[in-house]
């Protein structure tokens, strides 16, 4: 069984940055379809980022300038770079690698913005 493992959660003023990283271990992140993906409480999971197996990629419009995701191949890892946080961008954030039917996931890493 795959699990991917997140890190780099915490919690940042509004305007603050962070940067979440994945690792994939077990599957080459460069030969799956990568997505973030968050849930803030009460709410359903949404995704928020997503890097192709061609390194395209797409955001939510809610995110779209403020987060950047990549993908080091070398390192089997895929970030996502937070800029500009605001408060409605807490919430727990969790990767997932996709491939056709092949789903896998992380336990996910709590990011949250408060002053």
């Known amino acids: 069984q795959v699990q991917l493992v997140e890190s780099g959660g915490g919690s940042v003023q509004p305007g603050g940055a962070l940067r979440l990283s994945c690792t994939t271990p077990?599957?080459?992140?460069?030969?799956?379809?990568m997505d973030w993906y968050r849930q803030a409480p009460g709410k359903q999971r949404e995704l928020v980022a997503t890097?192709?197996?061609?390194?395209?990629?797409n955001y939510a419009d809610s995110v779209k300038g403020r987060f950047t995701i990549s993908r080091d191949n070398a390192k089997n890892t895929v970030y996502l770079q937070m800029s500009s946080l605001k408060f409605e961008d807490t919430a727990v954030y969790y990767c997932k690698a996709r491939l056709g039917a092949v789903h896998y996931w992380g336990q996910g890493t709590q990011v949250t913005v408060s002053s």
């Open positions: 890097i192709t197996v061609g390194g395209s990629t």
């Open positions: 077990g599957i080459a992140v460069n030969g799956y379809v």
